[in-house]
């Protein structure tokens, strides 16, 4: 079965200051990455995806986040934050089913100090 | 990027009584759609996964004849909280998808039964 760890469970940043929310997954085949993102009170968002291709992929909003395949990592990563980026975040993996278990992790809260 | 429809977005119910929220794909032909719950200032956690025209694969925990998932066309599937108690209060959200694409997100729906 998938199952996806997420490093900090909040994680508390001065505005412009450089982020990065780790991000492992655990399934033996082929998968799909994406991290979502829920701002208070409004429902999940896609920030961005990696099925395929260049392992580095960017997002919208300024975030990207970089696929290391040997590691089974997926982290998130934005140089200069904003107030703005506070929010939930949450790594999600399909496996290669495509459409079967779209697992999420547990989520990182991410406040960002004006 | 495509559009999922949750209703209603909020709802009130006795104990005892049965509850339906829809989730529908207003722009693309869902062959996937996912239920999950998510408690205050936790993750999704995936109750379910149906694909259009057979039934509903329940996680394991969730009482299928408790959460009955209805996934009768590619646009809509439904899920029916049957005989609902205060501890079924919780905020559901449907997520939809293509084959080979992300799953889409709807608002959610907020369940209090009282």
């Known amino acids: 079965a998938q199952s996806v760890s997420q490093h900090n469970h909040h994680v508390i940043l001065s505005e412009a200051a450089s982020l990065e929310l780790g991000c492992n997954y655990s399934y033996g085949g082929t998968v799909n990455l994406f991290w979502y993102v829920q701002y208070p009170g409004q429902h999940l968002q896609l920030l961005l995806k990696?099925?395929?291709?260049?392992?580095l992929v960017k997002g919208i909003k300024g975030f990207e986040a970089e696929f290391i395949k040997s590691k089974f990592s997926f982290n998130l990563r934005k140089p200069s934050v904003q107030w703005s980026d506070t929010a939930e975040y949450f790594c999600?993996?399909?496996?290669?089913?495509?459409?079967?278990?779209?697992?999420f992790g547990p989520g990182t809260r991410l406040s960002v100090l004006p | 990027g495509a559009v999922v429809s949750q209703h209603p977005s909020w709802v009130i119910c006795k104990s005892g009584t049965s509850v339906k929220i829809e989730c529908r794909s207003l722009?693309?032909?869902?062959?996937?759609m996912f239920w999950y719950r998510q408690f205050p200032k936790q993750s999704l956690m995936l109750m379910a996964t149906s694909n259009e025209g057979s039934k509903a694969t329940y996680e394991q925990g969730v009482e299928k004849d408790k959460f009955l998932i209805n996934h009768a066309s590619l646009t809509l599937s439904t899920l029916t909280v049957t005989s609902a108690h205060p501890e079924d209060s919780s905020f559901y959200i449907c997520?939809?998808?293509?084959?080979?694409?992300?799953?889409?997100f709807g608002q959610g729906t907020r369940l209090t039964v009282v």
């Open positions: 997520s939809a998808k293509e084959s080979y694409t992300e799953a889409f």
């Open positions: 722009d693309f032909q869902a062959t996937t």
């Open positions: 990696y099925f395929s291709g260049d392992p």
């Open positions: 999600a993996v399909n496996g290669d089913n495509y459409g079967q278990n779209f697992v």
